[in-house]
């Protein structure tokens, strides 16, 4: 693992943007490391501190606020959440809560539409209120529902507003009362509002040969949550992992509730559970999902057998997040 994030930095200039890597095992970080900038215009070198938005790796934090509201007896798996939400009018069929959560609920993924506006500008921005008005509109699945994995973010734009309905409060004061606090995780959540001061924040670049210093900065141009949304550092992270592990062992967690598997129409069963990736690779299970968007790159990686996670977090495409990559490094 040390020589693979070590190449890792030997490709890239310590003045740019880079990455924070950290191993866990057993409880114990093992390995850390931390190259490059967090923002290039004032020279701020990235380090465990650093808030980086963690992009579709969000997704697992919004399904475990949902799986807690089961486990409450607030809604369960099987339930239609049109109920719940009128947005859905349109398609004029049920959608199963777990049709969302393991992205089998054919509803379109709005990102498409966001591409075809006419004269929408790559950096006009839009929440959750902009999404919810356009999936309104919406009224013809990709696919029939429950037929097959289709990855689709409108599932948790829906599930954010599910939370706030059933609970009271907004996803971003859910996920922070009720998960991350008491783990005390204080400066990580939701942010859902890209205009609020947020300390160590990270920003993001793409190399361009013609700008001064050969980097553009991403400027981001979503401030939704559910889908993404998520800004953490690797030193709170590293609280969510040992929970994680912990979880693992014990059967009625919410962590094991996310990973019960949900079958397809046809009997088979995805990989994907929950805001999860759950997979075998050589007879080890790796869990894991990752996050990629507007040059950010992230994986939370595991390997529950060996009580091991590695985490990635960068600010630059260059950082290759591949999992198989990563659990051949672990495991070396």
Known sequence: ???????????????GPGFSALVLEHGEVTFELHHGLASLELGVPLSARSMYY????SKQFTAAAIMQLVQAGRIALDDDVCVHSPELAGFEQPFALRSLLNHSSGIPDYFQFLQCQPGRHEADYFSNREIM????????????????????????????????????QPLARYV????????GMKHSGFD?????????????????????????????NANTVGDGGMVASVEELV??????????????????????????????????????????????????HGGSLWGFNTILLRLPQRQQSVILLANT????RDWQQLVAAALA
């Open 1 to 15: 693992m040390i020589q693979h994030f070590q190449y890792l930095q030997s490709t890239l200039p310590g003045d």
């Open 54 to 57: 963690l992009a579709s790796e």
């Open 133 to 168: 008005a356009l999936i309104t509109r919406m009224d013809q699945v990709a696919m029939p529902t429950g037929t097959a994995h289709r990855y689709s973010n409108s599932n948790y734009i829906l599930l954010a507003a599910l939370v706030e309905r059933l609970s009271g």
């Open 176 to 183: 922070k009362e009720q998960l991350l606090q008491p783990l």
């Open 192 to 220: 859902d509002d890209r205009q609020n001061v947020l300390p160590h924040r990270v920003f993001s670049y793409e190399e361009d040969a013609a700008r001064p210093f050969g980097y553009k900065q991403q400027l981001g």
């Open 239 to 288: 609280l969510w992992e040992r929970e994680w592990h912990r979880q693992w062992a014990e059967p009625g967690s919410v962590l094991r509730a996310m990973l019960e598997p949900s079958a397809l129409q046809d009997g088979s069963i995805p990989d994907y559970r929950c805001g999860l990736e759950w997979v075998q690779h050589d007879g080890h299970d790796v869990v894991f």
């Open 317 to 320: 495409d260059r950082v290759d």
